[in-house]
């Protein structure tokens, strides 16, 4: 069965189904605006899967895996004649009280283990490879806490896709044929009011998620007057199929700097599928019903990327050495 053979995978560039890890760096990077740097990042790029291998075969049992997202504005310099259909940045959600912002992302790492000295060593030696070329826009450790709770105390992650369901849900296929196999990631960083939310009745919290806190059981909202964020996030198109998405959320934080947040991160094979959950959540349904978590819950970044396929990645060194001969 294939589901359990992606789980024995030891190290596995460009794998999105790569199982829950325990710990997670998600880096978020610009390439500098000259030819050279471009090569240097093409460069670097294409030898994630290498690196991967240096790092992760020291502890195969920890899993460590990395994905690689690109934007749209990198996909442009790159000049490869064909885009995936549907890639455009991340764009910028203004609800009557709350928004959500566009930063800036040209290149999405996603790495993950379940040894955090794994992740912490890939980071590094990938940036060595990266060096002058790119600059760091958001770097985030982020960890699993407890059974998989985010840091509101609720089970993150229950209702993703699986088995079967998971690659339709996730990767592009005969639609984009030139991109089938790859998968449109958006990321945001959140932070919480963790006193504001303390000051919440669990009975309150759970009517906002819509699961109960302690057993996470879904709740029925069909009855509320308020949509709850699980419903909010549930997108079901006009002949009534629902479509969902992969999301590896994890926590992070310092709490001697009373910093406490959610890193989202979503893949999906279709990107639109993505864009109207954070419409839903921002703008409301009906208009004005917003999520009620965004209360507690400021976005502070947002992005989005193309992962392209492992076969696709490794074409990038004809890209670079072209790109090297222009600088
Ligand atoms: C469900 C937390 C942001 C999409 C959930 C659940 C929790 C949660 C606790 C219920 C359990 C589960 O099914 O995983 C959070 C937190 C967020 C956040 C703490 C950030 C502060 C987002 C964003 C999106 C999203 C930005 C989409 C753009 C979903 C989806 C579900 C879900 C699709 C499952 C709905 C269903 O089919 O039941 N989230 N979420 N979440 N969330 Fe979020």
Not at 101 to 123: K, S
Not at 181 to 199: C, E, F, N, P, R
Not at 207 to 214: N, S, V
Not at 221 to 241: M, P, R, S
Request: include cysteine; aromatic fraction near 8%.
């Amino acid at each position: 069965d294939q589901g359990s053979s992606w789980d024995r995978v030891p190290i596995d560039a460009q794998s999105i189904n790569a199982p829950l890890s325990r710990a997670a760096v998600f880096l978020v990077v610009t390439v500098n605006d000259t030819p050279a740097a471009l090569a240097k990042a093409c460069d670097a790029l294409s030898s994630v899967g290498d690196l991967l291998k240096d790092v992760g075969f020291r502890d195969l049992t920890a899993h460590l895996s990395c994905v690689v997202g690109i934007g749209s504005d990198l996909w442009k310099r790159l000049g490869i004649a064909k885009r995936p259909a549907e890639l455009k940045p991340f764009a910028a959600i203004q609800g009557a009280k709350h928004n959500a912002p566009a930063t800036a992302g040209d290149v999405l790492f996603h790495i993950r283990a379940d040894r955090a000295d794994l992740v912490f060593e890939f980071e590094r030696v990938l940036l060595d490879k990266l060096g002058d070329a790119v600059q760091v826009e958001d770097e985030v450790s982020g960890f699993r806490y407890f059974d998989a709770r985010d840091l509101l105390g609720f089970v993150d992650g229950t209702a993703n896709p699986d088995g079967s369901d998971l690659p339709a849900a996730t990767q592009v296929g005969s639609e984009d044929p030139a991109f089938c196999g790859g998968s449109y990631v958006v990321v945001q960083k959140y932070l919480h009011d963790l006193t504001a939310w303390g000051q919440v009745p669990v009975e309150q919290q759970e009517k906002i998620i819509g699961r109960t806190k302690l057993d996470n059981v879904e709740l029925d909202d069909d009855a509320w007057a308020q949509k709850t964020h699980k419903t909010l996030a549930t997108i079901v198109d006009e002949k009534g199929v629902e479509h969902d998405i992969l999301r590896d959320n994890m926590p992070f934080g310092r709490p001697g700097q009373q910093e406490f947040g959610t890193y989202f991160i979503g893949y999906s094979r279709r990107l639109w599928v993505t864009e109207k959950m954070l419409q839903r959540l921002f703008i409301g349904e009906p208009v004005g019903k917003y999520d009620r978590l965004l209360d507690f819950s400021t976005a502070k970044t947002g992005c989005t990327f193309f992962v392209p396929t492992r076969a696709m990645l490794g074409n990038l060194p004809q890209l670079a050495t072209a790109l090297a001969k222009k600088a």
